[in-house]
T-cell receptor, first 116, second 115 residues
Framework: DTEVTQTPKHLVMGMTNKKSLKCEQH?????MYWYKQKAKKPPELMFV???????INESVPSRFSPECPNSSLLNLHLHALQPEDSALYLC???????????????FGPGTRLTVL | AQSVTQLGSHVSVSEGALVLLRCNYS??????LFWYVQYPNQGLQLLLK??????LVKGINGFEAEFKKSETSFHLTKPSAHMSDAAEYFC?????????????FGTGTLLAVQP
């Protein structure tokens, strides 16, 4: 089973709202990722968690706040977003550094975010 | 630094025709290469990957890719296109750092299949 689930599928929010995206995997993976994908572009890495610790932050604005409560869950907290933050947000997971260079990322279906 | 180049942002084939999507990589170390497919309004699905060993890699849905070191290529092929193959295809190479698993994506190729 290589399933990564994401909720909600769609989210519309105003610029003053606070919302959260949720990602879950039950494959025993120890690395989890957030990506942002604009239309007709490849995914852009935002954050990486390895063994529940933040290991990469790709200079993402502080209005995006990731959280990894346990090895199966990854959240992305959103606050005071801008219309240009509208995109598809993808979560991925992988076995982690124990797998070495052959570590493979598996993606969820994404959350389509619209900021009004 | 690693990078991938996908030649052709749009490829159109007829149903039943050969599919060839091109990917060239640049890497200062032995590369780990991936092809992902993205259907409309969905996430990315792993099609196949090359890590080590056999250079001809078979994936899901009848796709395969051949790693050619001399040509720094990892082109994706399928002998006979189906309408259901219409999607965006991304080639990716694993980043160089052993400590982080960063994927470097190409710009993608949108495959259209004509009836």
């Amino acid at each position: 089973d290589t399933e990564v689930t994401q909720t909600p599928k769609h989210l519309v929010m105003g610029m003053t709202n606070k919302k959260s995206l949720k990602c879950e995997q039950h494959m025993g993976h120890r690395a989890m990722y957030w990506y942002k994908q604009k239309a007709k572009k490849p995914p852009e890495l935002m954050f990486v968690y390895s063994y529940e610790k933040l290991s990469i932050n790709e200079s993402v604005p502080s209005r995006f706040s990731p959280e990894c409560p346990n090895s199966s869950l990854l959240n992305l907290h959103l606050h005071a977003l801008q219309p240009e933050d509208s995109a598809l947000y993808l979560c991925a997971s992988s076995q982690g550094r124990a797998r070495g260079l052959a570590d493979t990322q598996y993606f969820g279906p994404g959350t389509r975010l619209t900021v009004l | 630094a690693q990078s991938v180049t996908q030649l052709g942002s749009h490829v159109s084939v007829s149903e039943g025709a050969l599919v060839l999507l091109r990917c060239n990589y640049s890497s200062s170390v032995p590369p780990y290469l991936f092809w992902y497919v993205q259907y409309p309004n969905q996430g990315l699905q792993l099609l196949l990957k090359y890590t080590t060993g056999a250079t001809l890699v078979k994936g899901i849905n009848g796709f395969e890719a051949e790693f050619k070191k001399s040509e720094t290529s990892f082109h994706l092929t399928k002998p006979s296109a189906h309408m259901s193959d219409a999607a965006e295809y991304f080639c990716a190479v694993r980043g160089q750092s052993r400590a982080t698993n960063k994927l470097i994506f190409g710009t993608g190729t949108l495959l259209a299949v004509q009836p």
